[in-house]
């Protein structure tokens, strides 16, 4: 990543959720099962709030950067890719939306054809509403499925039923977006590989352009989290859940998905843009509540409660404490990068990162990572696409990947000894 990378990228949280679910920490409030933007004085607010934010880019600088805070420059690109995350984006009304949407335009501009992604979840939202968000610009939404048996929806805290996956699928092929994701998770307290692999047919069944797999992780003051020490029953074992993340990459592989990135399936052409700014590393805005930016190489994460948000608002200077990182040093970068990069089945190309580290870093790179050649997890390859051999010289090297989906499934023990190599 350099750091006067064009943005293209804007990410906006809305932090608002019927429920909490008992496996989540994210940064939310929780609103009640009736509330929805039409009616909740909270989300009206905040979406006030998110659009003063937004225009107050414009006012004082690109990037809130620390020592020159205050810097008025021209925005040089459009937006690119644009997504509403959560939280549950599909409370906003399609006015709010709207708002939101036309406030980006106005600040930094839309290109057309621009990737426009909500996060929706299953009855929250209609007809109406999903025709409003389209008319509005949204071009691909996410559902937040997660699993499609009942008991497992239960166990895990979720507001919605199965019955609303397929309501909500029917709807957006109604409304005729043909771009949209589903998510599921594994690893659920109780949850079966026959039950995964239900939920992957089920899933396919749907015919979405994008699937994506997440390993249930045990948080620290989720319900979960106090509930269960990790290997607890009724979770499953470490074995059973890399067998569901095998089953999940055959499965889909099977049905036409290609495994892009560790827990990302698409059909092809259909990779989520934003989500790649940030596995290649770019810089993107980031707006709202908890929401994380990275511009001019620093990454800044705003308060994570809606008091502390807005307080900040009110003199939005970014204190060092609040200073997610300060990527100063070039190790910390490299490694950065290759954390991020290495989640991509295309891997990581060596010549971006001699340019941006030099010679010395890379072939120190490679004496960490060509010991997990054998057992197969890092993968090299030559310009022409062919796979080299163990023993190479990092020279010979156009690209290095971890494999799939053995290498994406140890791929921390692979970052934990590229930490220790660079002491990070
Ligand atoms: S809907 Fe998503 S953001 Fe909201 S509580 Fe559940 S997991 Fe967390």
Same mark, same amino acid.
């Given at each position: 990543?350099?750091?006067?990378?064009?943005?293209?990228?804007?990410?906006?949280?809305?932090?608002?959720?019927? &429920? $909490?679910?008992?496996?989540?920490?994210?940064?939310?409030?929780?609103?009640?099962?009736?509330?929805?933007?039409?009616?909740?004085?909270?989300?009206?607010?905040?979406?006030?709030?998110?659009?003063?934010?937004?225009?107050?880019?414009?006012?004082?600088?690109?990037?809130?950067?620390?020592?020159?805070?205050?810097?008025?420059?021209?925005?040089?690109?459009?937006?690119?890719?644009?997504?509403?995350?959560? =939280?549950?984006?599909?409370?906003?009304?399609?006015?709010?939306?709207?708002?939101?949407?036309?406030?980006?335009?106005?600040?930094? =501009?839309?290109?057309?054809?621009?990737?426009?992604?909500?996060?929706?979840?299953?009855?929250?939202?209609?007809?109406? %509403?999903?025709?409003?968000?389209?008319?509005?610009?949204?071009?691909?939404?996410?559902?937040?499925? %997660?699993?499609?048996?009942?008991?497992?929806?239960?166990?895990?805290?979720?507001?919605?039923?199965?019955?609303?996956?397929?309501?909500?699928?029917?709807?957006?092929? *109604?409304?005729?977006?043909?771009?949209?994701?589903?998510?599921?998770?594994?690893?659920?307290?109780?949850?079966?590989?026959?039950?995964?692999?239900?939920?992957?047919?089920?899933?396919?069944?749907?015919?979405?352009?994008?699937?994506?797999?997440?390993?249930?992780?045990?948080?620290?003051?989720?319900?979960?989290?106090?509930?269960?020490?990790? =290997?607890? $029953?009724?979770?499953?074992?470490?074995?059973?859940?890399?067998?569901?993340?095998?089953?999940?990459?055959?499965?889909? %592989?099977?049905?036409?998905? *290609?495994?892009?990135?560790?827990?990302?399936?698409?059909?092809? =052409?259909?990779?989520? &843009?934003?989500?790649?700014?940030?596995?290649?590393?770019?810089?993107?805005?980031?707006?709202?509540?908890?929401?994380?930016?990275?511009?001019?190489?620093?990454?800044?994460?705003?308060?994570?409660?809606?008091?502390?948000?807005?307080?900040?608002?009110?003199?939005?200077?970014?204190?060092?404490?609040?200073?997610?990182?300060?990527?100063?040093?070039?190790?910390?970068?490299?490694?950065?990068?290759?954390?991020?990069?290495?989640?991509?089945?295309?891997?990581?190309?060596?010549?971006?990162?001699? %340019?941006?580290?030099?010679?010395?870093?890379?072939?120190?790179?490679?004496?960490?990572?060509?010991?997990?050649?054998?057992?197969?997890?890092?993968?090299?390859?030559?310009?022409?696409?062919?796979?080299?051999?163990?023993?190479?010289?990092?020279?010979?090297?156009?690209?290095?990947?971890?494999?799939?989906? *053995?290498?994406?499934?140890?791929?921390?023990?692979?970052?934990?000894?590229?930490?220790?190599?660079?002491?990070?």
């Amino acid at each position: 990543m350099l750091h006067n990378d064009a943005i293209t990228a804007a990410y906006l949280h809305i932090p608002f959720c019927r &429920r $909490r679910c008992y496996y989540c920490d994210f940064p939310i409030s929780v609103v009640g099962d009736r509330k929805t933007g039409h009616n909740s004085g909270m989300i009206q607010e905040y979406v006030d709030k998110l659009c003063g934010e937004i225009r107050g880019t414009t006012q004082r600088s690109t990037q809130p950067c620390q020592t020159q805070p205050y810097q008025t420059q021209p925005f040089p690109t459009q937006l690119q890719t644009i997504f509403f995350g959560g =939280g549950t984006p599909s409370l906003l009304t399609p006015q709010q939306l709207d708002r939101l949407l036309t406030t980006l335009n106005q600040t930094f =501009g839309i290109a057309p054809g621009a990737e426009i992604s909500i996060e929706i979840d299953p009855g929250t939202f209609d007809r109406a %509403q999903l025709q409003g968000y389209r008319s509005a610009g949204i071009t691909r939404v996410s559902l937040g499925s %997660q699993a499609f048996q009942p008991e497992l929806l239960q166990v895990c805290g979720r507001t919605h039923q199965v019955e609303d996956i397929y309501h909500s699928a029917e709807l957006i092929h *109604e409304v005729g977006i043909t771009n949209y994701s589903l998510d599921l998770i594994s690893g659920l307290p109780s949850q079966t590989v026959q039950q995964w692999q239900a939920s992957l047919e089920a899933a396919i069944d749907l015919r979405p352009t994008h699937i994506s797999t997440y390993d249930l992780t045990l948080e620290p003051g989720t319900v979960f989290g106090k509930r269960y020490q990790p =290997g607890d $029953r009724p979770l499953p074992t470490d074995e059973t859940t890399a067998d569901m993340y095998r089953l999940a990459s055959r499965t889909l %592989q099977a049905a036409g998905y *290609e495994h892009y990135e560790i827990s990302n399936y698409a059909q092809p =052409g259909y990779a989520c &843009r934003h989500n790649l700014t940030y596995w290649e590393n770019r810089s993107f805005y980031g707006f709202g509540m908890g929401a994380t930016s990275y511009v001019n190489g620093q990454r800044f994460a705003r308060p994570r409660t809606r008091e502390a948000y807005y307080q900040w608002l009110e003199n939005p200077e970014i204190p060092s404490e609040l200073l997610a990182s300060e990527i100063d040093h070039t190790s910390d970068r490299l490694v950065e990068t290759l954390m991020v990069g290495l989640r991509l089945a295309k891997g990581v190309a060596i010549e971006n990162l001699r %340019q941006q580290f030099g010679n010395s870093a890379i072939e120190q790179v490679w004496q960490c990572l060509k010991r997990y050649q054998a057992p197969g997890w890092v993968e090299a390859w030559d310009a022409t696409g062919k796979r080299l051999p163990p023993d190479v010289s990092w020279e010979e090297i156009d690209r290095m990947s971890l494999s799939e989906p *053995e290498g994406f499934l140890f791929s921390n023990v692979v970052l934990v000894s590229l930490f220790e190599a660079f002491g990070t």
